[in-house]
Protein backbone atom coordinates (compact mmCIF):
# COMPACT_ATOMS: atom_id res chain seq x y z
CA UNK A 1 0.00 0.00 0.00
CA UNK A 2 1.41 3.43 -1.11
CA UNK A 3 2.01 6.23 2.04
CA UNK A 4 -0.96 8.30 0.69
CA UNK A 5 -3.30 5.36 0.91
CA UNK A 6 -2.07 4.43 3.83
CA UNK A 7 -2.53 8.14 5.49
CA UNK A 8 -5.72 8.21 4.14
CA UNK A 9 -6.79 4.83 6.29
CA UNK A 10 -5.33 5.85 9.56
CA UNK A 11 -7.02 9.17 9.40
CA UNK A 12 -10.37 6.97 8.72
CA UNK A 13 -9.87 4.76 11.12
CA UNK A 14 -9.22 7.78 13.41
CA UNK A 15 -12.30 9.37 12.70
CA UNK A 16 -14.45 6.08 13.28
CA UNK A 17 -12.55 5.79 16.99
CA UNK A 18 -14.01 8.91 17.68
CA UNK A 19 -17.34 8.50 16.58
CA UNK A 20 -18.16 4.83 18.19
CA UNK A 21 -16.85 5.68 21.50
CA UNK A 22 -19.05 8.90 21.66
CA UNK A 23 -21.65 6.45 21.33
CA UNK A 24 -20.80 4.27 23.67
CA UNK A 25 -20.14 6.53 26.13
CA UNK A 26 -23.60 7.70 25.85
CA UNK A 27 -24.91 4.17 26.27
CA UNK A 28 -22.81 3.71 29.08
CA UNK A 29 -23.89 7.12 30.85
CA UNK A 30 -27.33 5.87 30.42
CA UNK A 31 -26.77 2.49 31.90
CA UNK A 32 -25.14 4.21 35.07
CA UNK A 33 -27.64 6.61 35.47
CA UNK A 34 -30.13 3.56 35.87
CA UNK A 35 -28.15 1.19 37.84
CA UNK A 36 -25.71 3.19 39.78
CA UNK A 37 -23.52 0.11 39.28
CA UNK A 38 -19.73 0.76 40.10
CA UNK A 39 -18.46 -0.83 37.04
CA UNK A 40 -20.14 0.37 34.61
CA UNK A 41 -18.60 3.88 35.85
CA UNK A 42 -15.69 2.16 35.61
CA UNK A 43 -16.03 1.24 32.37
CA UNK A 44 -17.99 4.79 31.86
CA UNK A 45 -14.87 6.29 32.62
CA UNK A 46 -12.46 4.13 30.37
CA UNK A 47 -14.79 5.70 27.63
CA UNK A 48 -14.44 9.01 28.25
CA UNK A 49 -10.75 8.53 28.35
CA UNK A 50 -11.04 6.81 24.86
CA UNK A 51 -13.20 9.77 23.42
CA UNK A 52 -9.99 12.24 24.58
CA UNK A 53 -7.74 9.94 23.79
CA UNK A 54 -9.28 9.18 20.17
CA UNK A 55 -9.34 13.46 19.71
CA UNK A 56 -5.85 13.71 20.37
CA UNK A 57 -4.80 10.53 18.75
CA UNK A 58 -7.30 12.44 15.75
CA UNK A 59 -5.22 16.20 16.20
CA UNK A 60 -1.63 14.22 16.06
CA UNK A 61 -2.17 12.25 13.54
CA UNK A 62 -3.87 15.06 11.10
CA UNK A 63 -0.20 17.00 12.66
CA UNK A 64 2.06 13.79 12.49
CA UNK A 65 1.06 12.88 9.03
CA UNK A 66 2.29 16.31 7.46
CA UNK A 67 6.33 16.23 5.38
CA UNK A 68 8.68 17.73 7.02
CA UNK A 69 9.31 21.25 6.86
CA UNK A 70 12.01 24.29 7.57
CA UNK A 71 11.35 23.91 11.15
CA UNK A 72 11.36 20.14 11.82
CA UNK A 73 13.29 18.91 8.98
CA UNK A 74 12.81 15.09 10.71
CA UNK A 75 9.33 14.92 9.75
CA UNK A 76 6.33 15.43 12.78
CA UNK A 77 6.17 11.51 13.73
CA UNK A 78 7.24 12.75 17.49
CA UNK A 79 3.79 14.46 17.94
CA UNK A 80 2.09 10.62 17.75
CA UNK A 81 4.52 9.52 20.56
CA UNK A 82 3.37 12.74 22.71
CA UNK A 83 -0.37 11.90 21.64
CA UNK A 84 0.28 8.32 23.36
CA UNK A 85 1.99 10.03 26.53
CA UNK A 86 -0.88 11.68 27.50
CA UNK A 87 -3.21 9.44 26.95
CA UNK A 88 -1.01 7.28 29.74
CA UNK A 89 -1.20 9.98 32.15
CA UNK A 90 -4.89 10.15 31.45
CA UNK A 91 -5.57 6.42 31.91
CA UNK A 92 -3.66 6.62 35.27
CA UNK A 93 -5.92 9.21 36.38
CA UNK A 94 -9.01 8.01 35.89
CA UNK A 95 -7.95 4.41 37.39
CA UNK A 96 -6.90 6.20 40.78
CA UNK A 97 -10.68 7.65 40.55
CA UNK A 98 -12.51 4.59 40.41
CA UNK A 99 -10.02 2.58 42.86
CA UNK A 100 -11.70 5.32 45.18
CA UNK A 101 -15.02 4.67 44.31
CA UNK A 102 -15.35 1.16 44.65
CA UNK A 103 -13.13 0.81 47.30
CA UNK A 104 -15.71 3.54 49.13
CA UNK A 105 -18.73 1.19 47.87
CA UNK A 106 -17.08 -1.90 48.66
CA UNK A 107 -16.26 -0.78 52.53
CA UNK A 108 -20.29 0.79 53.07
CA UNK A 109 -22.26 -1.35 50.85
CA UNK A 110 -24.49 -0.26 48.03
CA UNK A 111 -27.38 -2.35 46.32
CA UNK A 112 -27.44 -2.67 42.53
CA UNK A 113 -30.32 -1.48 40.67
CA UNK A 114 -31.80 -2.42 36.91
CA UNK A 115 -28.80 -4.82 36.99
CA UNK A 116 -30.46 -6.18 33.72
CA UNK A 117 -31.42 -2.94 32.14
CA UNK A 118 -27.14 -2.09 32.81
CA UNK A 119 -26.40 -5.51 30.97
CA UNK A 120 -28.25 -5.12 27.73
CA UNK A 121 -26.79 -1.61 27.11
CA UNK A 122 -23.28 -3.37 27.78
CA UNK A 123 -24.08 -6.41 25.22
CA UNK A 124 -24.34 -3.21 23.01
CA UNK A 125 -21.13 -1.62 23.50
CA UNK A 126 -19.57 -5.34 23.38
CA UNK A 127 -20.70 -5.58 19.76
CA UNK A 128 -19.81 -1.51 18.81
CA UNK A 129 -15.98 -2.36 20.41
CA UNK A 130 -15.55 -5.66 18.55
CA UNK A 131 -16.23 -4.13 15.00
CA UNK A 132 -14.20 -0.97 15.91
CA UNK A 133 -11.46 -3.63 16.80
CA UNK A 134 -11.54 -5.37 14.04
CA UNK A 135 -11.33 -2.69 11.82
CA UNK A 136 -8.59 -1.16 13.78
CA UNK A 137 -6.67 -4.74 13.16
CA UNK A 138 -7.27 -3.86 9.16
CA UNK A 139 -5.78 -1.16 9.41
CA UNK A 140 -2.69 -1.89 11.46
CA UNK A 141 -2.00 -4.72 9.12
CA UNK A 142 -2.55 -2.23 6.19
CA UNK A 143 -0.45 0.66 7.71
CA UNK A 144 1.48 -0.29 10.74
CA UNK A 145 0.61 2.44 12.73
CA UNK A 146 2.06 2.84 16.09
CA UNK A 147 -0.92 5.26 17.02
CA UNK A 148 -3.75 2.85 15.36
CA UNK A 149 -2.23 0.52 17.70
CA UNK A 150 -2.17 2.65 20.95
CA UNK A 151 -6.07 3.59 19.91
CA UNK A 152 -6.79 -0.36 19.64
CA UNK A 153 -5.06 -1.28 22.57
CA UNK A 154 -7.11 0.86 24.77
CA UNK A 155 -10.86 -0.42 22.80
CA UNK A 156 -9.64 -4.07 23.01
CA UNK A 157 -9.16 -3.24 26.96
CA UNK A 158 -12.88 -2.07 26.49
CA UNK A 159 -13.95 -5.16 24.91
CA UNK A 160 -12.94 -7.41 28.05
CA UNK A 161 -14.15 -5.34 30.74
CA UNK A 162 -17.37 -5.19 29.05
CA UNK A 163 -17.57 -8.45 29.02
CA UNK A 164 -16.54 -8.36 32.58
CA UNK A 165 -18.47 -6.10 33.43
CA UNK A 166 -21.87 -8.17 32.17
CA UNK A 167 -20.78 -10.99 34.26
CA UNK A 168 -20.76 -9.26 37.51
CA UNK A 169 -23.66 -7.34 36.70
CA UNK A 170 -25.29 -10.78 36.51
CA UNK A 171 -23.29 -12.23 39.83
CA UNK A 172 -24.06 -9.09 41.82
CA UNK A 173 -27.78 -10.42 42.14
CA UNK A 174 -26.39 -12.97 44.15
CA UNK A 175 -22.97 -11.33 46.00
CA UNK A 176 -23.42 -7.72 46.20
CA UNK A 177 -19.70 -6.87 46.43
CA UNK A 178 -19.09 -8.36 42.93
CA UNK A 179 -19.83 -5.14 41.19
CA UNK A 180 -17.00 -3.26 43.72
CA UNK A 181 -14.51 -6.12 42.90
CA UNK A 182 -15.33 -5.56 38.71
CA UNK A 183 -14.72 -2.21 39.08
CA UNK A 184 -11.55 -2.24 40.95
CA UNK A 185 -10.16 -5.10 38.89
CA UNK A 186 -11.03 -3.01 35.44
CA UNK A 187 -9.31 -0.20 36.84
CA UNK A 188 -6.04 -2.25 37.68
CA UNK A 189 -6.18 -3.50 34.40
CA UNK A 190 -6.61 -0.50 32.81
CA UNK A 191 -3.74 0.88 34.49
CA UNK A 192 -1.55 -2.34 33.63
CA UNK A 193 -2.58 -0.85 29.96
CA UNK A 194 -1.20 2.49 30.61
CA UNK A 195 2.00 1.47 31.74
CA UNK A 196 2.72 -0.33 28.57
CA UNK A 197 1.37 2.71 26.66
CA UNK A 198 3.99 4.92 29.19
CA UNK A 199 6.72 2.48 28.56
CA UNK A 200 6.63 2.55 24.58
CA UNK A 201 6.13 6.70 24.42
CA UNK A 202 9.03 7.62 27.03
CA UNK A 203 11.10 5.13 24.77
CA UNK A 204 10.67 6.69 21.69
CA UNK A 205 10.38 10.29 23.35
CA UNK A 206 14.14 9.68 25.17
CA UNK A 207 15.11 8.50 21.70
CA UNK A 208 16.45 4.83 22.97
CA UNK A 209 17.80 2.27 20.80
CA UNK A 210 16.28 -0.32 18.35
CA UNK A 211 15.80 -3.58 20.33
CA UNK A 212 18.25 -5.96 20.37
CA UNK A 213 16.82 -8.16 17.88
CA UNK A 214 16.37 -5.03 15.09
CA UNK A 215 20.09 -3.84 15.66
CA UNK A 216 21.36 -7.31 15.23
CA UNK A 217 19.55 -6.93 11.65
CA UNK A 218 21.12 -3.88 10.60
CA UNK A 219 24.23 -5.42 11.40
CA UNK A 220 23.20 -8.35 9.59
CA UNK A 221 22.99 -7.07 6.76
CA UNK A 222 25.75 -4.98 6.52
CA UNK A 223 27.80 -8.00 7.38
CA UNK A 224 26.29 -8.93 3.70
CA UNK A 225 28.66 -6.86 1.85
CA UNK A 226 32.23 -8.47 1.58
CA UNK A 227 33.56 -5.12 0.07
CA UNK A 228 32.80 -3.44 3.60
CA UNK A 229 35.42 -3.44 6.03
CA UNK A 230 33.49 -2.48 9.60
CA UNK A 231 30.73 -0.23 11.03
CA UNK A 232 30.89 2.10 13.67
CA UNK A 233 28.82 4.59 15.46
CA UNK A 234 25.60 2.75 14.85
CA UNK A 235 22.93 4.53 16.18
CA UNK A 236 19.25 4.05 15.91
CA UNK A 237 15.83 5.41 17.18
CA UNK A 238 12.23 5.54 16.32
CA UNK A 239 9.78 8.51 15.63
CA UNK A 240 6.07 6.66 16.37
CA UNK A 241 6.37 3.90 13.73
CA UNK A 242 9.54 5.59 11.64
CA UNK A 243 12.61 4.38 12.24
CA UNK A 244 15.71 6.24 12.04
CA UNK A 245 19.63 4.54 11.48
CA UNK A 246 22.62 6.57 11.12
CA UNK A 247 26.41 4.73 11.41
CA UNK A 248 30.06 5.17 9.85
CA UNK A 249 31.02 2.85 7.35
CA UNK A 250 34.23 1.63 6.85
CA UNK A 251 35.44 0.59 3.42
CA UNK A 252 38.52 0.46 1.50
CA UNK A 253 40.33 3.64 1.14
CA UNK A 254 41.97 3.23 -2.49
CA UNK A 255 38.05 3.28 -3.18
CA UNK A 256 36.74 6.28 -5.14
CA UNK A 257 34.39 8.27 -3.86
CA UNK A 258 31.70 7.58 -6.38
CA UNK A 259 32.10 3.83 -5.94
CA UNK A 260 31.76 4.40 -1.99
CA UNK A 261 28.75 5.71 -2.44
CA UNK A 262 27.28 3.28 -5.07
CA UNK A 263 28.59 0.50 -1.68
CA UNK A 264 25.82 3.16 0.79
CA UNK A 265 23.15 3.49 -1.62
CA UNK A 266 23.42 -0.83 -2.31
CA UNK A 267 23.28 -0.75 1.62
CA UNK A 268 20.75 1.76 2.29
CA UNK A 269 18.47 -0.38 -0.58
CA UNK A 270 19.05 -3.29 1.54
CA UNK A 271 18.04 -1.86 4.78
CA UNK A 272 14.58 -0.77 3.45
CA UNK A 273 13.71 -3.52 2.70
CA UNK A 274 14.01 -4.63 6.09
CA UNK A 275 12.75 -1.48 7.84
CA UNK A 276 10.41 0.17 5.05
CA UNK A 277 9.79 4.08 5.41
CA UNK A 278 13.10 4.30 7.45
CA UNK A 279 15.43 7.38 7.19
CA UNK A 280 19.11 6.17 6.69
CA UNK A 281 22.39 8.16 7.20
CA UNK A 282 25.26 6.18 5.60
CA UNK A 283 28.94 8.26 6.04
CA UNK A 284 31.98 6.87 4.52
CA UNK A 285 35.54 6.29 6.34
CA UNK A 286 38.79 4.63 5.00
CA UNK A 287 39.32 1.73 7.13
CA UNK A 288 41.39 1.86 10.02
CA UNK A 289 41.37 6.33 9.66
CA UNK A 290 38.96 6.77 12.61
CA UNK A 291 40.71 4.91 15.80
CA UNK A 292 38.73 6.47 19.08
CA UNK A 293 35.27 5.09 18.27
CA UNK A 294 32.76 5.24 21.05
CA UNK A 295 30.49 2.31 19.37
CA UNK A 296 31.87 -0.65 16.71
CA UNK A 297 29.80 -3.34 15.69
CA UNK A 298 31.53 -7.05 14.87
CA UNK A 299 30.74 -8.28 11.73
Known amino acids: MDKQSANRLVKIASY?????????????TYA?????????LASLIDSLLDISSSIINLIAIRVSLQPPDDNHRFGHEKFQDLAIFSQSMFFLASCLFTLFSSTKVL??????????FGANIMYLCIFLTF?????????????NSKIISADKLHYFSDFITNIAVVVSLYLSASFWYMDALAGIGISLYIMYAAYSL??????NLADEEFQPKDRDKVVAIVANYTNIKGIHELKTRYAASKPFI??????DGNLTLYRSHEIADELMLALLKEFPEAEITIHQDPAGLEKNVKYRERI
Do not use: P
Not at 16 to 28: F, N, R, T
Not at 133 to 141: E, L, N
Open 131 to 143: ALVCFQSYVIKKT
Open 107 to 116: FFGAELKNSE
Open 198 to 203: FREAIR
Open 246 to 251: QFHLEL
Open 32 to 40: WLFTESQSI
Open 16 to 28: ASVLIALLIMIAK
